[in-house]
Structures are given as structure tokens and as C-alpha cells.
Antibody, heavy 120, light 108 residues
Framework: EVQLVESGGGLVQPGGSLRLSCAAS????????MSWVRQAPGKGLEWISY????????YYADSVKGRFTISRDNAKNSLHLQMHSLRDEDTAVYYC?????????????WGQGTLVTVSS | EIVLTQSPGTLSLSPGERATLSCRAS??????LAWYQQKPGQAPRLLIY???NRATGVPARFSGSGSGTDFTLTISSLEPEDFAVYYC??????????FGGGTKVEIK
């Protein structure tokens, strides 16, 4: 069974840092690009970062560029999002999502999400 | 950045009725448009990719159409489990990948 499981969310003060992880199983992780997508409470979906299977290409949304860093460890089937200088508006559920490869830029499998709350 | 505008914001229908959801792009996205379904407390689920292709396991009552700037998701006959929020998403010109604001399909 294809599975993505996020972890690392929690309560953090404005200006703080947090590292999210996503554990992948049930598929060849090293063959797929991956993304992080977030959803603020009661709001819509926002794509924030993308990384190719070999980490050679990385993209960020303007809203997180310079503050967030995406990375992956194919040997450990894991995806990460290092978040610095967190702001109130970064409060959201963060999902990792798999790129189906044949249609690059879609999301065919999602984790259950991890909640990040930025508040003093 | 390509902006996707979904309408209506909320659609109130009864089980068995036909649902028609719209997504309009600020510029042509060719056929590179997907639809996702999200139920409360759950992650989104890919329904349709490249405008009209059903994802694996998606029932035939879901269909997508359109190209360029105007797209439609149709649910031919609503089942109780179809009441949810639906998002469109484009992958034509990115980054950034962008989503529409969503349409909530609620029970009338």
C-alpha cells in the first residue's frame, strides 16, 4: 500500500524553526518527485515546494522562499521541510504529496498532514 | 502566476442530482488541469488529471472536460460520499503550481 506519513508539526513561536518529515512506503520513493502543500485552517490548498527524484531541481513558492528548505533522503525514503523564521501566516496543515511522474506537477498520493501552529 | 477561479463557491444539491463545477484560468493552461476532492479532516484525493482523465479507482460518475481557460467537473448523480470540497489545480506553467479556491458541494 502506498503510504506517506508526516511528522514534526507542533506549536512554535513566531520567528522560530521547525523541521517536518514525511516517511514514504509502498512505492519506489527514489523514482518520484515530491512536493509539500499546506492548508491554513478553513482555507484552500497552497503548494509551497517541490523536489525532483534526484534533488537536482527544487522550487519554492514566493511565500516561503528563503525561509524554507526542502530535502530528501532516498536511502531512508524520507522527505523533509526545514522551516525558519516562521510567521503567524505559516499556521497550516502541511501535507507531503507524491508527483505521479507521468503527469509532472500533479499530486496522486497525499499524507494525512501535520499541523503547524505559529503563535506566541 | 496562473490564477484559477472556481464557481460557484457552494453548490447545494440532493443525492441523485447532477453537479456541475467550473474552473476558469487567468490564461490558457492547455489541458493541464486536475481536480481533487477533499472531505473534512482528510487529505485531498486526485480525481481527474489533464482535464478529462480519471485517476485510478475514481468512479465513472466523475468526469472532466474543457481546455484552454474553461474547465468543468461533472458528477453525474451525486452519492452521499460525494459531498465534499473540490479543488482544481494547474500544472501548465509553473512554478508556482496553483489551486483554485474550491467549491463546496453540500447536501440540500
Amino acid at each position: 500500500e502506498v503510504q506517506l506519513v508526516e511528522s514534526g508539526g507542533g506549536l512554535v513561536q513566531p520567528g522560530g524553526s521547525l523541521r517536518l518529515s514525511c516517511a514514504a512506503s509502498g512505492f519506489t520513493f527514489s523514482s518520484h518527485s515530491m512536493s509539500w502543500v499546506r492548508q491554513a485552517p478553513g482555507k484552500g490548498l497552497e503548494w509551497i515546494s517541490y523536489i525532483t527524484s534526484d534533488s537536482s531541481t527544487i522550487y519554492y513558492a514566493d511565500s516561503v522562499k528563503g525561509r524554507f528548505t526542502i530535502s530528501r533522503d532516498n536511502a531512508k525514503n524520507s522527505l523533509h521541510l526545514q522551516m525558519h523564521s516562521l510567521r503567524d501566516e505559516d499556521t497550516a496543515v502541511y501535507y507531503c504529496a507524491r508527483d505521479p511522474t507521468m503527469t509532472r506537477g500533479n499530486f496522486d498520493c497525499w499524507g494525512q498532514g501535520t499541523l503547524v501552529t505559529v503563535s506566541s | 502566476e496562473i490564477v484559477l477561479t472556481q464557481s460557484p463557491g457552494t453548490l447545494s444539491l440532493s443525492p441523485g442530482e447532477r453537479a456541475t463545477l467550473s474552473c476558469r484560468a487567468s490564461q490558457s493552461v492547455s489541458s493541464y488541469l486536475a481536480w481533487y476532492q477533499q472531505k473534512p479532516g482528510q487529505a485531498p484525493r486526485l480525481l481527474i488529471y489533464d482535464a478529462s482523465n480519471r485517476a485510478t479507482g475514481v468512479p465513472a460518475r466523475f468526469s472532466g472536460s474543457g481546455s484552454g481557460t474553461d474547465f468543468t467537473l461533472t458528477i453525474s448523480s451525486l452519492e452521499p460520499e460525494d459531498f465534499a470540497v473540490y479543488y482544481c489545480q494547474q500544472r501548465s506553467y509553473w512554478p508556482p503550481l496553483t489551486f483554485g479556491g474550491g467549491t463546496k458541494v453540500e447536501i440540500k
